[in-house]
């Protein structure tokens, strides 16, 4: 498969898993008992996060690509997947703050542990990009930020960890949304929402990155021409 | 293993005879710290908690680790010396063990004047608080000595630093103030200790990508 | 439309919102990509001999 065939299946799949996905969310999955109605931010909110985190790991894996073959593509990929990520993060902030709005009547609460998890990682890749922007183009900046990157991904457990041993002492999480446990329409269009995001950041990984190439691209030829 | 460690030793020792004779950083975090201590004194209204002075107590120890770790690579990088160190026929991460050693070493001289002078301003500190500071005080220099090696490749080191610092210290701060506090604090302190060993880990097995040119 | 609705409503339009916003950046970005490109093919025929 070519790839602008690959790129416009993809780019389908995710126009199909994401409007089918919120479709059943909206009209076909019961009302969660406790919540009502506003419960359905879930089916949004937490693809959402869940497609961030991956965002976040994809990066390290490319930046450890990186650090192992020293292959300059590598950076590339990595910078844009951690990109994805934080745009991803963001939303989940947005979100999780809409939900905790409806929910308890706060735009922000400590109490909340993913949201507070995805604070602090929001924190440490938006240095990320400080990071980079501060140190020359080279094989010096695409180490530091492979190194960093990885350190963001040994983040993830260890704030999820502290976060929740915070809540026993510090803040505490008097406020929990519904576990893990869906009934099974719930749970379908859950997955088929989640899908439908991560397609939805593959794709738009797919695009920024092959815009980032044929910037690269046109540099090296306007040097050659120049 | 033994020309590691002493490659190690000769690191670290480079670095306390440096700041033993040229005695700048250690006097700043001195007085920073006791300073901050009295600047906290005024910023706590009189109902506070001692809860909050303890919390206040941890923030005082990451900003004072700061200082500290920002002339962490200053030395090396004013003479030039980092390349010198790079070419070094050492292991590149025995550069990160002996920094991280100095590093480690002017924390706890910092603190042996920080917790006493917190204990007289505020109130009395118990062993909880001194093992969850001593644990802390490996996990920031292991972080810290590395991000001061990547600070220290840009162009703006003094701002990023504090920027890739401060995120990754907000795990240690919670587990030393929930040290500190808690009824329970071994859960905590176990944490700091996880804490340190990924993170030593992690710093020490990347530490020559980050120095190589 | 109930308050419930009305946030979830907004919760759902953020993400709406937020690809869209992506749409017009890639858009301008392709412009400036062939406004390059014609810039280069002009460079280009000039170091041919016009």
């Not at chain 1, 991803?88 to 507070?116: C, D, M, N, P, Y």
């Not at chain 1, 929402?193 to 690269?216: M, P």
Request: charge should be neutral.
């Amino acid at each position: 498969m070519s790839t602008s065939l690959r790129n416009s299946t993809l780019a389908l799949a995710t126009a199909g898993l994401l409007v089918g996905g919120i479709a059943l969310a909206l009209f076909w999955a019961p009302e969660d008992a406790d919540q009502g109605f506003s419960q359905k931010i879930f089916y949004v909110h937490v693809p959402i996060a869940l497609t961030a985190y991956a965002c976040f790991g994809f990066g390290a894996w490319k930046a450890l690509r990186l650090l192992w073959t020293a292959e300059a593509r590598y950076d590339l990929e990595s910078y844009t997947a951690i990109h994805m990520g934080v745009i991803f993060g963001l939303l989940t902030l947005v979100t999780g703050s809409i939900w905790a709005k409806i929910s308890w009547g706060h735009w922000w609460t400590w109490g909340e542990r993913q949201l507070v998890l995805f604070l602090i990682l929001f924190l440490f890749y938006s240095a990320y990009f400080m990071l980079r922007y501060s140190i020359e183009p080279g094989p010096r900046r695409e180490r530091n930020s492979a190194v960093y990157a990885l350190f963001g991904v040994a983040l993830i457990p260890v704030s999820f960890l502290a976060v929740r041993i915070a809540g026993t002492i510090l803040h505490p999480t008097i406020f929990t949304h519904e576990g893990a446990n869906l009934p099974g329409k719930m749970l379908l269009a859950f997955c088929i929402c989640l899908a439908g995001v991560l397609a939805l950041a593959a794709t738009l990984y797919r695009v920024e990155l092959a815009g980032k190439r044929v910037d690269a691209s046109l540099r090296e030829l306007r040097e050659l021409l120049a | 293993m033994t020309g590691y460690a002493a490659d190690v030793a000769a690191l670290a020792r480079k670095d306390l005879l440096l700041e033993l004779r040229s005695r700048d950083t250690l006097p700043a975090m001195l007085l920073f710290v006791v300073s901050a201590l009295v600047v906290f004194h005024f910023a706590l209204p009189a109902d506070s908690s001692t809860h909050a002075e303890t919390g206040l107590l941890w923030i005082a120890i990451v900003f004072t680790a700061l200082l500290g770790l920002t002339r962490a690579f200053a030395a090396e990088r004013e003479q030039g010396l980092l390349d010198g160190l790079v070419l070094a026929p050492c292991d590149r991460s025995a550069i990160w063990l002996g920094k991280t050693i100095g590093v480690t070493a002017f924390l706890v001289l910092a603190e042996l004047v920080a917790l006493p002078a917190f204990a007289l301003f505020f109130h009395a500190i118990g062993w909880e608080l001194v093992a969850a500071v001593a644990l802390a005080d490996v996990g920031i220099a292991a972080i810290g000595t590395l991000l001061a090696a990547m600070a220290a490749a840009s162009r703006a080191r003094e701002l990023l630093l504090p920027l890739l610092f401060l995120p990754l210290a907000i795990p240690v701060v919670i587990g030393g103030v929930g040290a500190s506090v808690a009824t329970n604090p071994a859960s905590f302190l176990g944490f700091l200790g996880l804490y340190d060993a990924v993170f030593a880990i992690l710093s020490w097995a990347s530490f020559e990508y980050v120095v190589t040119e | 439309m109930t308050t419930a609705e009305k946030y979830v409503t907004a919760a759902y339009l953020v993400l709406l919102g937020a690809v869209l916003v992506y749409l017009v950046i890639i858009a301008l970005k392709v412009a400036r990509l062939e406004e390059e490109v014609s810039d280069l093919i002009r460079l280009a025929r000039e170091r041919r001999g016009g």
